[in-house]
């Protein structure tokens, strides 16, 4: 990059509020020469290109020029930093997995798993997860404050998708803290920490699944590796790793940022307990308007490209802002308004675009309808427990998610 960097201070204000920032980036086009800060995982204190604006994320997220191939940025940071050991990305002992590689190796890892996560298999999978749900309900039956997110929307998916792969439910406390240090970018001594407890936990639970395959979809994995080499020994716990934090993290979020959105709207909370069909379409403007995820993963050009009538060269690493395309005026209507009767078919990106379109989508979607649901009815007259201005938004240049969501339930 010869031009001089702006500096986008991912600072505590950033962090809270990112939207005011991504308003004015998007007033000035839609690529932005931006420098991380350090610490930032990828491309901490390295310069980047942001984009911002519907349809150029869009484009950009579906774009072969722009890699999420880890080794590809890895060999980057080696050439052009060769006496440093920054990495690109977290260890690849639990980042070589599809989200971090392009065709055919992509394609080869998306293959094994997609199965579980079709429509049909995960309505196959609705009765669990509306059992799940009412168990859940029940515990908060006789509390009064709770925080939402600890209490219902953190174990709700992972008892399901530990469910899914075969995990012991006493073994999924450690996923939470694991990922919170992984993904927010706080501590590098944190995430070091996390990583190899992170690879050891998976190496034993990996071994138990071989020992006795259980019928679960990480056996059907771990039986890839074995018994066709469909996976290297790295992918193998990478792609472990993977499907546990990817399939809680969306579905924590979107609970708790629907739930704070709709207890600052208590109209849209109204309309919602007198229509129940109003729900599916609720779903999608939660995940729009405050998407799960603030940015994609991070990229870099193979090739010289152009975005938004700027030039990226070859070798630019490039982060495309989710939570800005979702929040596009020129798209969207009155786009930060929460409005549970939105149309749908404005197509928000909250699961991304392309090749890398969220396997679990699906999955995410009937655990959010099924949540809310069981609110409405067990807790109408739900209501936050502290100023939403007060609440403290994770800092992570991914994820977009609450620390904490106090609510009273009021249900007596």
């Known amino acids: 990059m010869d031009q001089e960097a702006t500096l986008l201070e991912l600072d505590d204000a950033f962090v809270q509020d990112p939207y005011s920032v991504y308003a004015k980036l998007g007033a000035e086009g839609s690529a932005h020469r931006v420098r991380m800060p350090p610490g930032v995982p990828v491309c901490g204190g390295l310069p980047v290109w942001l984009i911002t604006g519907y349809e150029a994320v869009r484009s950009a997220l579906a774009d072969p020029r722009l890699s999420t191939d880890l080794h590809r940025m890895d060999g980057l940071f080696a050439q052009n930093e060769p006496d440093s050991d920054r990495r690109a990305g977290f260890s690849p002992a639990i980042a070589s997995h599809m989200l971090n590689s392009d065709p055919p190796d992509h394609t080869r890892m998306r293959k094994l798993v997609a199965k579980a996560f079709t429509s049909r298999a995960v309505e196959a999978l609705r009765p669990e ?5 009412a168990g859940l309900v029940d515990t908060l039956a006789d509390e009064d404050t709770v925080d939402l997110l600890d209490d219902f929307a953190f174990p709700l998916p992972i008892r ?3 469910q899914l792969l075969g995990v012991p439910v006493e073994e999924q406390e450690n996923f939470k803290s694991w990922s919170r240090a992984l993904v927010s970018g706080d501590s590098p001594e944190a995430a070091a920490a996390a990583t190899t407890e992170v690879v050891a936990y998976l190496g034993e639970l990996i071994a138990r699944k071989r020992r006795a395959p259980t019928g ?5 994995v771990v039986s890839a590796h074995d018994v066709d080499n469909r996976l290297t020994d790295i992918e193998l716990v990478s792609t472990a790793y993977l499907l546990f934090v990817a399939g809680f993290e969306t579905t924590l979020n979107a609970l708790g940022n629907g739930t704070l959105h709709l207890m600052r709207n208590l109209d849209q909370w109204e309309a919602l307990r007198a229509d129940r069909s109003l729900l599916p379409g609720a779903v999608e403007e939660f995940l729009r308007l405050e998407s799960p995820l603030k940015h994609a993963s991070f990229r870099c050009a193979k090739e010289p490209l152009t975005i938004g009538g700027v030039e990226i060269p070859a070798g630019d690493f490039v982060l ?24 749908t078919d404005g197509g928000h990106l909250a699961f991304g675009h392309g090749i890398h379109h969220c396997l679990g989508a699906p999955l ?11 609110l409405l009815d067990a807790f109408p007259a739900m209501r936050l ?28």
């Open 320 to 343: 495309l802002s989710i939570a800005s395309a979702n929040r596009d005026p020129r798209r969207f209507e009155d786009p930060h308004a929460l409005d549970v009767r939105r149309p």
């Open 216 to 220: 679960d979809v990480l056996s059907a």
């Open 364 to 374: 995410a979607r009937v655990e959010v309808r099924a949540a809310f649901g069981a």
């Open 385 to 412: 427990a502290a100023d939403p201005e007060e609440l403290r938004w994770r800092n992570s240049t991914i994820i977009r998610g609450l620390h904490s969501l106090p609510v009273r339930l009021n249900r007596r």
């Open 129 to 133: 997860i509306d059992r799940i749900t």
């Open 160 to 162: 399901v998708i530990c």
